[in-house]
């Protein structure tokens, strides 16, 4: 029984980031060719937004008075719905940046409500819970194989199509899964524990404010991936650039499945900081690879993905559970999501959407010596942040323990991206 319930997870963790995957690498250059150049930082902010508004959401309403299952299902149709409406609106970019963020204020509470549902219908969270969440990265993989690959539909309105097509799949999917109750029914609520302001007494400690306030700040240079590399991987000569963005999440999975035994090598400042670096090394390989279109060092940035997502965003998460108390614990999570994916990736999209509309669009978005100028600077900001981080950081944290569910657990916690 517990197999076939976990059969029944897996599905729903694959279709969950399938819808994302089926969108989120190729809006860039759907807006690019028809007249939205200029609005494509504006594209990548509504996650952002949306992400420091769910816990609104979650916490008020979806926690304390409906069932998982049919919050999960109904938010899901709707979002599906509003996604395949969205090409319907290229004439307008503020009107289709305006569809995009009501999607994405349906879709991000449901990361959320995905993990809650799995949780609670495992008994063995050690061992199913990475079975599981390995199906969400896979989901995303074959989205964009589906959309890029397949269909071609980089720069096509098809790729709303499958994405809206599968969160309306999903949505009426969730209705068939176990019923599960509503996980704060009567509890007590206060804005600042759904926010997680409720940890910012962890902040006293030096080297946790250290490890957050860089943890902000490394969030800005790194939003200019996220809304223009597929744009500038399109520039370069790749065919189907989200498929090859797509490899990737395939380093990921790879990565995330030797953690456990980097941790024990590394520590957690070394495995923050090589982190960190691998965003250095990929921004400067995008920058030398631009002018000549070097696509082999072009390639070595987007695979360097799964050391840059897994060692830095994974890595974060389980110094925070290792940090906070268990009273706390769920509060510091939520915190570090609004500072980093929340406030830090909002405030890098519209800094980075300023950079490509006044040094690459300026020529051109196919104008590739521009390109270099543009990855130049994300790439020195990454490395400033990288040498403030070493230089104050103290790792205080017993990391021999780390196992590979707690290393899944983090990782269900997005961006994903």
Known sequence: MQGFIGTRLSVMMFLQFFVWGGWYVTVGNYMGAHGMTDSIANAYTVGPIAAILSPLFLG?????????????????IVGGIVLCAAPQFNDS????????????????PTLGLTNTLAFHNITDQEKQ????????????????????????????????????????????????????????????VSIGSLFGLDSLQ??????FAVFMISSFLICIPL?????????????????????????????EIVFMLVMPLCFRALGVKYMLLVGMLAWVARYGLFAMGAPDSILWMIMIGILLHGICYDFFFVTGQIYVDKKATSAIRGQAQGFLVLVTQGLGML???????????????????????????????????????????????????????????????????????
């Open 60 to 76: 008020l309403v979806a926690d304390r008075f409906f069932a998982t299952e049919r919050v999960l299902g109904l938010l899901h």
């Open 93 to 108: 970019p503020t009107v289709f940046v305006g569809v995009l963020l009501l999607h994405m204020l349906c879709y991000m």
């Open 129 to 188: 819970f990475p079975i599981i969440r390995v199906f969400g990265t896979i989901g995303w993989i074959v989205a964009n194989i589906v959309v890029s690959k397949m269909l071609g539909g980089d720069k096509e309105a098809v790729q709303f199509y499958v994405a809206g097509g599968a969160a309306i799949a999903l949505g009426v999917y969730s209705f068939t899964l176990p019923h599960t109750p509503p996980p704060a029914k009567g509890q007590p």
């Open 202 to 207: 962890l902040m006293k400690q030096r080297s």
């Open 223 to 251: 939003a200019a991936y996220y809304a223009y590399a597929p744009v500038f991987v399109d520039a370069s000569g790749f065919e189907n650039p989200a498929f090859n963005m797509s490899f990737g999440q395939m380093s």
């Open 347 to 417: 405030i890098g999209a519209q800094i980075s959407g300023a950079l490509f509309n006044s040094i690459v669009t300026a020529e051109g978005a196919e104008a590739l010596p521009q390109w270099k100028d543009f990855w130049w600077i994300p790439c020195v900001a990454a490395g400033v942040i990288f040498l403030v981080f070493g230089a104050l950081f103290r790792d205080e944290v017993p990391v021999e323990d780390v196992s590979e569910g707690e290393v899944a657990e983090a990782a269900s916690v997005e961006e994903g991206m």
